[in-house]
């Protein structure tokens, strides 16, 4: 059987979604944040997205008479997400980076003495990982995906039960504190596990090179 041979919109739009796939981004995604890139910048107008939306929605993009939009597209993605070999964009490691610095910097992951410290203070510095996740991923958007379900994972199976525990129970003046100081110690374990993690990942240790 002969193989129909593809026009050039089709290459490029299958050039688009070989890069978008390991993001796990839609088309409708892409489209949503090249409008806000570009357009939206100069014309604030709900019906206009909606009208671009429709008018370049993926099922039509490829029977586009001219390829210039799936160009400009095309462009765009490998522009914004600056996609290397392994997925990462450089806005994953900025991400991560600070993520990290917030990490190592809080009781999440530095130990405390058992007769120091305040434990609300320790539970309330925590819940701040939380703020600074939403924070990072609001700034870098679509562009930090790949530390975004890294960073979910850590927060969503280590932090947050954690926290949804004891927000209550520790103001209880009859709080259990070594069961409390117990289960932080787990946490940090498991926090500097995590920290060691996004370091590996996102490359942010450099490498020193061959010893001399």
């Known amino acids: 059987m002969k193989e129909t041979k593809k026009s050039l919109n089709e290459k490029l739009y299958d050039d688009i979604k070989a890069i978008i ?22 014309i ?20 586009l008479q001219s390829p210039d939009k799936l160009i ?26 600070e993520f990290d610095t917030e990490l190592c910097s809080r009781v999440a992951t530095q130990p405390i003495e058992d007769h120091h410290g305040c434990d609300q203070a320790a539970l309330s510095s925590i819940y701040t990982l939380f703020d600074t ?33 004891w927000h209550l129970l520790i103001k209880s003046e009859n709080y259990d504190r070594q069961v409390f100081r117990s289960e932080l110690n787990e946490l940090q ?4 596990e995590f920290s060691s993690k996004l370091k590996s990942t996102f490359s942010l240790v450099p490498d020193s090179g061959p010893s001399a």
């Open 21 to 42: 796939l390991p993001l796990d981004l839609s088309g409708n995604d892409i489209l949503r944040s090249y409008y806000a890139d570009t357009i939206g910048k100069y």
């Open 44 to 63: 604030n107008n709900d019906k206009k997205e909606k009208d671009f939306l429709e008018r370049y929605k993926p099922s039509k993009l490829v029977k």
């Open 72 to 97: 400009s597209i095309l462009l765009y993605i490998q522009h914004k997400f600056a996609i290397s070999l392994d997925g990462i964009t450089p806005q994953d490691q900025e991400a991560a980076f």
């Open 133 to 165: 996740q939403r924070q990072l991923c609001r700034h870098y958007k679509l562009s930090c995906l790949k530390y975004k379900i890294l960073s979910d994972h850590y927060l969503n199976t280590v932090v947050r039960p954690f926290t949804s525990k």
């Open 189 to 192: 374990v498991q926090s500097r």
